[in-house]
């Protein structure tokens, strides 16, 4: 079975951290690009960042930029997002993929397909 499960979400004040994971099974990351969306409420989802599968290559939504990072370990099959400086617009609900490819790098935002969202990891920046 092809799936994602990401966690560590929860609740964090503004300027807080949180480092979410997304363990995949079924997938060998190698060889697949994965990216970070999130969905705010009554927001259509967004791409923010992706990794391509080598872990060589990433790009960053400018919302995020110089606050996330994106980051991999093949050998867990796991994709990391380390997020700092949290905003309030930050609040949203967290999901990873796999996203296409194009020359050798990856498209955050466009997913491969619609068949392997999971549940997600909810964000909230409060005080």
């Known amino acids: 079975q092809l799936q994602f499960v990401e966690s560590g979400g929860g609740l964090v004040q503004p300027g807080g951290s949180l480092r979410l994971s997304c363990a995949s099974s079924?997938?060998?990351?190698?060889?697949?690009?994965v990216g970070w969306f999130r969905q705010a409420p009554g927001k259509e989802r967004e791409g923010i960042s992706c990794?391509?599968?080598?872990?060589?290559?990433?790009n960053y939504a400018a919302s995020v930029e110089g606050r996330f990072t994106i980051s991999k370990d093949n050998a867990k099959n796991t994709v990391y997002l380390q997020m700092n400086g949290l905003k309030p617009d930050d609040t949203a609900l967290y999901y990873c993929s796999p996203v296409r490819t194009l020359h050798d790098d990856c498209i955050y935002g466009l997913a491969r397909s619609n068949a392997y969202w999971g549940q997600g990891t909810q964000v909230t920046v409060s005080t």
């Open positions: 079924g997938f060998t990351l190698d060889y697949f690009a």
């Open positions: 990794i391509t599968g080598s872990g060589g290559r990433t």
